[in-house]
T-cell receptor, first 114, second 113 residues
Framework: GESVGLHLPTLSVQEGDNSIINCAYS??????FIWYKQESGKGPQFIID?????DKRQGQRVTVLLNKTVKHLSLQIAATQPGDSAVYFC?????????????FGKGITLSVRP | EAGVTQSPTHLIKTRGQQATLRCSPI?????VYWYQQALGLGLQFLLW???????NRGNFPPRFSGRQFPNYSSELNVNALELEDSALYLC????????????FGNGTRLTVT
């Protein structure tokens, strides 16, 4: 079946370095992609989204890259800070972007070393 | 702008009882979604409500049900609680049912003993 997954379960980075979190998806019909951050004891927080007609989108300190050829999504965090420590989820929906079809990856833990 | 709010924060029930969880969406959002986040299983889609109607449900038994009120708030009911229902239940809202990001509340931690 179709799935969204993350390459690595954990990522440890030095404070101030850039972080790259990767996500692979298998549904070639995926149309809309979202990254979420979940801190301990809180619900997932929307970070950034991207549609399939784009290959890059930038936010504040974050950039999402989409490579439809290899079905790969990445989240880049510039100058990683301790407050960035959290679990990060990628999510995708098929063409049409029905939110109820949103499929989440299992999450990757980002740990920032001081 | 207030975010998605959920109550209660924690809920402890015994097996066989019923649980009711409540959610208030962001003002202006008409779609409400419920997810279960059990340890090690990620976010599993439960239910989607829009304009007072159930629009879609995930692969959960009928004892998971809910409703959406005219003010777009929602409640999730879980009947005949089982130990495996212990999880974080997350509510999310969006202003459309397609192509707009979900905004989540901080969840209700349900513990079934």
């Amino acid at each position: 079946g179709e799935s969204v997954g993350l390459h690595l379960p954990t990522l440890s980075v030095q404070e101030g370095d850039n972080s790259i979190i990767n996500c692979a998806y298998s549904n070639s019909a995926s149309d809309y992609f979202i990254w979420y951050k979940q801190e301990s004891g809180k619900g997932p927080q929307f970070i950034i989204d991207i549609r399939s007609n784009m290959d890059k989108r930038q936010g504040q300190r974050v950039t999402v890259l989409l490579n439809k050829t290899v079905k790969h999504l990445s989240l880049q965090i510039a100058a990683t800070q301790p407050g960035d420590s959290a679990v990060y989820f990628c999510a995708e929906t098929p063409q049409g972007g029905a939110n109820s079809k949103l499929t989440f990856g299992k999450g990757i833990t980002l740990s920032v070393r001081p | 702008e207030a975010g998605v709010t959920q109550s209660p924060t924690h809920l402890i029930k015994t097996r066989g009882q019923q649980a009711t969880l409540r959610c208030s969406p962001i003002s202006g959002h008409t779609s409400v979604y419920w997810y279960q986040q059990a340890l090690g299983l990620g976010l599993q889609f439960l239910l989607w409500y829009d304009e007072g109607e159930e629009r879609n449900r995930g692969n959960f038994p009928p004892r998971f049900s809910g409703r959406q009120f005219p003010n777009y708030s929602s409640e999730l009911n879980v009947n005949a609680l089982e130990l495996e229902d212990s999880a974080l239940y997350l509510c999310a809202s969006s202003w459309t049912g397609t192509g707009s990001p979900l905004h989540f509340g901080n969840g209700t931690r349900l513990t079934v003993t």
